[in-house]
């Protein structure tokens, strides 16, 4: 199996950056995701990996060989594009073997290598159809057989679920999983989409501004956020930032509430804490006023003002409670995070001798 080790990569055009000084490494056999928002730098990022961009400085290691100043067609690899791009006036069989004929090789290898991987992707049946007489996810499985049938031991992913609609995505993730742990491949997929990076990888590098802001498994990304902009983007609905005032050594929501937290120093602190761990609590000590709910079904999702500052609560049951009520919160210790209000990065050692 192959790894994949980036060392202080950048990537510029004239004035502008889109990767800055990003390193992070593959483990040889493992599925990692590039997250975050557009215009963060991810798919500049595996464009760089594959060969289709050059970097302006930095390098990239495939299976220990520095491969930064080499052709795509010597990086033995294999990438899936957010378009399909299968040629239309081609059978589906035709179009998975492309690259294999273009490799010039032989007929008994093109049919084993094709019969193995039509029964791989439930293909079988659709070898003679012609892309338009299939369905967006056949469409998509077709990409991937031409991808996988090269046999290469790292394939990169671009986006290639956004053209799906939901329940076809699901399916998808599903099956590229699945695919990638029964084949071994070394996988690096690119998305926005925080709930395919959580329910696929093993690793999750999450960018932005063409930065790392975190590189963690999806458990740690999501319980120990990084930055704030990190608990933001991970979690449906997404971790509550909260500013917080300091007083006496205390700190507390701005504009109103009891003390969160005593024996801090003075500076300026935000609060996190996720909206599945708020408990509406007639006792609560945190006073809220209900500004609007909205009903998913198992949860409600119930968005409320502190003082000055605005939260969202999931909660499980919210019956009683309207627009314009007054409820109480509570949340446990355990589930406060703080970060600094200016950098945004993650202050664990303030909470160690901290009091309440």
Known sequence: MTGIAVKGLTK??????????????????????????????????????????SASSGSIEIGGKDVTARPPAERDLAMVFQSYALFPHLSVAENILFGLKVRKATKQDQSARLARVADLLGLSGLLERRPSQLSGGQQQRVALGRAIIAEKPVCLMDEPLSNLDAKLRHEMRVEIRALQRKLGMTMVYVTHDQAEAMGMADRIILLKDGRIEQDASPLETYSRPATSFAGRFIGTP?????????????????????????????????????????????????????????????????????????????????????????IGLSWPRTAIHLFDAATGMRRDDLLIGAEG
């Open 12 to 53: 510029s055009w004239g004035a502008t950056t889109a990767v800055e000084d990003v390193s992070f490494t593959v483990e040889p056999g493992t599925f990692s995701v590039l997250l975050g928002p557009s215009g963060c730098g991810k798919s500049t990022i595996l464009r760089l990996i594959s060969g289709l961009e």
């Open 238 to 326: 997404p971790m509550n930032i909260l500013a917080l005032s300091w007083e006496s050594g205390g700190v507390r929501i701005r504009d109103t509430g009891p003390a969160l937290l005593n024996g801090l120093p003075q500076q300026d602190l935000a609060l996190g804490v996720r909206p599945e761990d708020i408990a509406i609590d007639s006792a609560g000590p945190h006073r809220a006023e209900v500004e609007s709910i909205e009903y998913l079904g198992a949860d409600t999702l119930v968005d409320c003002r502190i003082g000055s500052e605005r939260l969202t609560v999931r909660a499980r049951n919210a019956e009683g409670i309207g627009p314009g009520s007054g």
